[in-house]
């Protein structure tokens, strides 16, 4: 083991979290800081990487993971500025965005697929942008198919009769789940179709979920309660509700590649030579040039496949990081600083330091796990044929959503402009169990 004390700051991770921290400390900080970035991943992004395919002599881009940037209407004015400074404009959505590409090819409706290993046969129950939904062969009780039909076509308020107070007041303290339950009489095969369809967008099943902020959002089972109170944010709502309740932005905010052009636009600002290309749109297709990401030289060195394993204090003004892989064995870097850009609960096992306290705190704060998988396709005939661009699998216990491209045109990018032409599709699902906690 070699000890190398050449760094200001070393920042462990390399998704857009880990990027950020260093371009801040470059721009806020120390502007001459020379900065070591460590990534376990084989790709740059973290959560945000991409997947790219060829099929058919069409190059397709397609998310890894995070999809799009939520609610840029609430970002902070240092978000802002960084994302100007590195050339990603939201506004652009607004116009780049396809929004009736699928509805124009006769694809634009939500198809509900029903698994067999979930309902005891398979069925798949499609509806256009205007159809109501044909519940009539769906594997459903009786009694729960125009239940769950008046879910998707006509939402309900649980609690009409109540004033906004009051409503909230009952809100605060329930699940999703927990609504239905006391204030609606729904078959149990209604509460089965809900169970996981909060799980793809939080990580949370339907009984985990706060019911207050699910009304914020709109989720399907609470989006007819019709509270909407004015001024500050509702009394009840988690953090991050709060944070969002005056930013309900559309969901339109989306590159390609998800999240993965927001990494790729940071690491190139602090790699000036990562990327033959100048802007957003030219980077969607370029290759990245690996061999720029750690030279000695750099004022930012980023190491993939290099995982920190200890992280601890070396003196008043120096840490030590021990780093293993990246081609260069076991390595102890020593900076001035140093940043964990990764989940918190990692922190226990990464700084030895910590108090008891620090590390019980630490050690809970988890994550909720969202699964996603991207597949190419020759074509998307087999979707046109059924009317949609969009499926949900209700009450699956893993996959809970998919759907064809994002229509968004940036760059070389656009969606596939026809369903003979290759495209791709991305679900997304959770691994959270309902009824636990």
């Known amino acids: 083991m070699t000890t190398t004390p050449e760094f200001d700051l070393i920042v462990v991770g390399a998704g857009v979290a880990g990027l950020s921290a260093a371009f801040y400390w470059i721009t806020d900080v120390d ?56 050339g990603v404009d939201t506004d652009r959505f607004h116009t780049d965005t396809v929004a009736r590409h699928y509805t124009d090819r006769g694809a634009g409706g939500h198809g509900l697929a029903f698994a067999a290993s979930v309902w005891g046969r398979s069925h798949l129950a499609a509806h256009g942008p205007s159809d109501a939904v044909d519940l009539t062969d769906a594997p459903l009780a009786a009694r729960a198919r125009p239940q769950v039909a008046a879910l998707v076509d006509e939402p309900t308020d649980w609690l009409a009769g109540r004033t906004d107070d009051e409503k909230l007041a009952e809100l605060r303290r329930r699940s999703c789940d927990e609504v239905l339950r006391d204030f609606a009489e729904l078959d149990e095969d209604t509460h089965r179709f809900l169970r996981y369809s909060t799980s793809a967008q939080s990580g949370m099943t339907f009984d985990q979920h706060p019911a207050l902020d699910a009304a914020l959002i709109g989720y399907l089972g609470l989006d007819g309660l019709g509270v909407r109170p004015s001024g500050a944010p509702w009394d009840g709502l988690t953090r991050t509700g709060a944070r969002f309740f005056p930013h309900l932005d559309p969901p339109i905010y989306r590159f390609p590649d998800g999240n993965a052009t927001v990494a790729r636009a940071l690491a190139h600002h602090l790699v000036p030579d990562l990327f033959d290309a100048d802007t957003v749109d030219d980077r969607l297709t370029a290759e990245m040039s690996v061999d720029a990401l750690d030279r000695p030289d750099n004022q930012v060195r980023i190491r993939l496949n290099a995982t920190a394993t200890a992280l601890r204090h070396a003196g008043t003004d120096t840490v ?62 087999a979707w046109q044929s059924l009317g949609v661009s969009r499926l949900s699998w209700p009450g699956h216990p893993t996959w809970q959503i998919a759907g064809l491209e994002f229509p968004v045109a940036i760059g070389a990018c656009a969606p596939s402009p026809s369903p003979d032409e290759p495209t791709t599709a991305t679900a997304l699902g959770a691994l959270t169990e309902a009824g636990t906690t």
């Open 320 to 381: 030590e990081v021990e780093v293993e892989g990246g081609g260069a064995g076991t390595i102890t870097y020593r900076a001035r600083a140093a940043i964990v850009a990764a989940p918190a609960h990692t922190t226990a096992l990464l700084v030895p330091e910590l108090g008891p306290e620090q590390r019980a705190t630490a050690a809970d704060l988890g994550r909720y796990p969202i699964v996603s998988a991207s597949v190419a396709l020759r074509n998307w005939r």
């Open 31 to 86: 502007r001459d800081a020379r900065v070591l970035i460590v990534e376990a991943g084989t790709q740059l992004g973290g959560p945000a990487i991409r997947h790219t395919f060829d099929v058919d002599g069409r190059r397709l881009v397609s998310p890894g993971g995070a999809q799009e940037l939520t609610f840029p209407s609430a970002f902070a004015p240092a978000v802002r500025s960084a994302l100007a400074t590195v």
